[in-house]
C-alpha cells in the first residue's frame, strides 16, 4: 500500500514508557498486543490513518525505523495493516470508501475472525460501518542478556482527532528458550 495517501498531522497522542534490564539468562522480550481502529474499513488508504508503535532503544536489529512491531511489509499497526482480521464481515461495501488516490481492493478473505473480539469493548457499538483490529498478536525482540534498554509503546491519531483507535498490552515478559535475531510479530492463537 506504498501509494496510498499519508498524512502528517499527528493528534491525541499517548505513550508509555518503560526502562528495562534484561535478566542474564535471557535472549529476547516479548509482549502481547491487539489493535482496533475506529477508521476501518471507510479510511484505508486515506491521510487518516492512526498508528500503534513500540520504539526500542537503543534500536535493535531488525527494526523499522525503531518500531519493533509491523507486518510482513513492515507497515505498523494501522488501518493498512495486513493482520486486519476483526471486523464486521458485512461492511466489506466500506472498504477504503474514503480512499481517493490508488485505492485497494478489500482483501479476500474478508474478515476472517469475524466482529466477537470486540465483544464488550465498545468498538461493535459505534459507527454504522464499525471498526477492524488485530486480534492477539506476540511481538519478540531480541535482548543481549544484562542489557538496559527503553520501550516507548505509544498511539496517536493521524491526520485528525475525529475516529479514534486503541491497543491492548498484555503479557510483557522475557524469552530464554529461543533465540530471536530480528523483531517478530505474529498472531496468537491463545493468548495469556
Known amino acids: 500500500m506504498g501509494a ?5 498531522i499527528i493528534a491525541d497522542d499517548v505513550a508509555l514508557e518503560v526502562d528495562l534490564r534484561a535478566p542474564s539468562n535471557v ?3 516479548r509482549f502481547e498486543h491487539a489493535f482496533a481502529s475506529f477508521e ?8 487518516f490513518n492512526d498508528n500503534f508503535l513500540a520504539l526500542v532503544s537503543p534500536p535493535v536489529r531488525g527494526n523499522v525505523n525503531g518500531n519493533i512491531v509491523f507486518d ?3 507497515t505498523p499497526p494501522s488501518s493498512l495493516f495486513e493482520i486486519l482480521d476483526d471486523c464486521d464481515p458485512n461492511a466489506e461495501s466500506f472498504y477504503a470508501m474514503q480512499c481517493t488516490v ?4 478489500a482483501p479476500s478473505p474478508y474478515c476472517p475472525q469475524g466482529s466477537t473480539f470486540f465483544d464488550g469493548t465498545g468498538f461493535n457499538e459505534w459507527g454504522s460501518n464499525g471498526a477492524g483490529g ?3 498478536l506476540e511481538t519478540i525482540v ?5 542489557s538496559e534498554f527503553t520501550v516507548r509503546f505509544t498511539i496517536f491519531d493521524v491526520g485528525d482527532s475525529n475516529l479514534d483507535s486503541t491497543v491492548w498490552i498484555d503479557a510483557v515478559g522475557w524469552v530464554r528458550s529461543a ?6 510479530t505474529m498472531v496468537l492463537a491463545n493468548p495469556n
Open 142 to 146: 531480541p535482548v543481549s542478556p544484562g
Open 40 to 47: 476501518y474499513p471507510d479510511f484505508v488508504c486515506t491521510p
Open 102 to 105: 490508488s485505492c485497494p481492493a
Open 4 to 8: 496510498c495517501e499519508t498524512g502528517t
Open 27 to 29: 535472549a529476547g522480550m
Open 134 to 136: 488485530t486480534g492477539w
Open 72 to 74: 510482513l511489509s513492515q
Open 179 to 184: 533465540n530471536p535475531t530480528t523483531p517478530e
